[in-house]
């Protein structure tokens, strides 16, 4: 078994084939999280075991488990999200920049219920997953529509995958001091880069900010 860094390791490298990508996301993605699950609330259980003796464990407190994805960067760690914590409901926002201006925009909404509901919404807590933050954009609006929900912010644990730790995390700390945070690796600089392909105001590109070293795009290298 590779240790998390060997993992990290293979899905930073631009050679490593699709299979091994996925693989590995999906194995770092169910460690993170069986972490974040270490944040929610317990309480002392006892339990009698088939040999007739008492056993002293503990029981989770948490009322109401539900995820929320950013796509689609996001979406690459549903599965490892279901392997841990089956059979909750996985809702997804789609939050993309604007051309113009790099501005995020909501695009699509579809919450569970339990997020929905604001009576449920106060003990509900809420999973945000994304694949990477890098200028903290898409995670501010994110965390932003969750707290208009009703979800309180120490019932909000973000799990990613790697954060720039000179982008928007010290945005999201400051603005969201209840916000948890779990993540598989820290990268320390960010570029000012360029995407081109149509992608920018008619077809001429966009500034953008590019994580270093990085693991490029999570979500083109996870399905394509």
């Not at 860094?5 to 993170?32: C, P």
């Amino acid at each position: 078994m590779l240790h998390p860094k060997g993992m990290i390791t293979i899905i930073r490298d631009v050679n490593s084939s699709r299979q091994d990508f996925v693989f590995f996301v999906d194995r770092l993605a169910t460690l993170l999280v069986e972490k974040a699950l270490e944040i929610l609330p317990y309480s002392s259980k006892t339990v009698v075991t088939p040999v007739g003796v008492e056993y002293h464990g503990r029981q989770s407190d948490a009322l109401r488990i539900c995820g929320v994805t950013i796509q689609h960067s996001g979406s690459t760690l549903e599965r490892g999200f279901r392997r841990v914590i089956n059979n909750m409901p996985l809702g997804s926002l789609l939050i993309q920049s604007d051309p113009k201006n790099a501005e995020p925009l909501l695009l699509h909404v579809m919450l569970p219920a339990c997020v929905r509901d604001r009576e449920a919404a106060r003990d509900t807590w809420v999973f945000l997953l994304d694949g990477q933050i890098g200028t903290g954009a898409s995670a501010f609006m994110a965390i932003r529509i969750l707290l208009d929900h009703g979800i309180s912010q120490d019932k909000i644990v973000f799990v990613t995958l790697v954060v720039a730790r000179g982008g928007g995390m010290s945005v999201l700390r400051r603005a969201f001091p209840g916000v948890r945070f779990v993540c598989a690796a820290v990268d320390d600089c960010m570029q000012e880069g360029w995407l081109q392909n149509g992608e920018g105001i008619n077809g001429e590109g966009r500034k953008c900010w590019i994580m270093q070293p990085g693991m490029g795009h999570i979500g083109d290298r996870y399905y394509l």
